[in-house]
């Protein structure tokens, strides 16, 4: 007899064996505890889209290199394109870190809402399927970046910022005269971490963290 070969996937996360290299979406909810199957819309993640698997619909996971699932209760699916390649969704919300995840989409680019009059997405936000029409939704190259500045959030251009507006973020009414303005960053691009000194300027990224700190300099 042949050798017997265990093949897995991925269903809401979990890492699942089946010793079959061909699986059914039925199979796929069954092995997985969602019963009864017919109660759950099942989404397969492949090549940046993604597609909604039927009950009897079969499929080959020797030809996915890392075959993922994920399930949702209903019976409801919501069609959209991102960077027009096809999607499915079994949820009306659809959070921008699941895009940015199944897309393969690179974080320090935006997410944009063509529905929405080129709505930029926030990295934390999540969009509303209305299930009328086909969402639209493209990557560009962030015009602008949300950084933190001594614990608040700061919208700012995407490019370099130097010492003097950094501090000027922190404080509005910065006074380069009188005043010593300290500067620590962390998280910055390739995880840098460091003290901006005055004369310098500093690439800047999302999530990116500065800590301001003033003190006379008499």
Request: charged share 30%; aromatic share 8%; proline share 4%.
């Amino acid at each position: 007899m042949p050798d017997v070969t265990d093949f897995t996937y991925k269903l809401d996360g979990r890492v699942i064996a089946t010793n079959d290299a061909i699986i059914s979406g039925r199979e796929v909810r069954t092995i997985g505890g969602l019963n009864p199957a017919s109660d759950y819309i099942l989404i397969q993640i492949a090549d940046g889209s993604t597609r909604s698997i039927g009950l009897e619909e079969q499929t080959d996971l020797r030809q996915m290199p890392q075959p993922e699932f994920l399930s949702f209760e209903g019976d409801r699916t919501f069609s959209l394109t991102v960077n027009e390649r096809g999607w499915e969704w079994g949820s009306a919300k659809l959070s921008a870190a699941d895009i940015y995840r199944y897309a393969s989409i690179d974080e320090e680019l935006e997410l944009i809402l063509d529905s929405a009059g080129d709505a930029v997405i926030p990295t934390d936000g999540e969009v509303t399927l209305s299930g009328q029409g086909v969402e639209r939704i493209r990557s560009r190259e962030a015009k602008t970046v949300v950084i933190k500045v001594n614990g608040r959030p700061r919208t700012v251009p995407k490019k370099k910022l130097s010492y003097r507006e950094v501090a000027l973020l922190a404080y509005p009414d910065a006074d380069f005269e009188k005043f010593k303005y300290t500067i620590t960053y962390l998280k910055g691009v390739h995880g840098a971490e460091g003290d901006l000194v005055e004369g310098e300027k500093i690439e800047v990224k999302n999530g990116m963290v500065f800590n301001v700190r003033r003190s006379d300099k008499s």
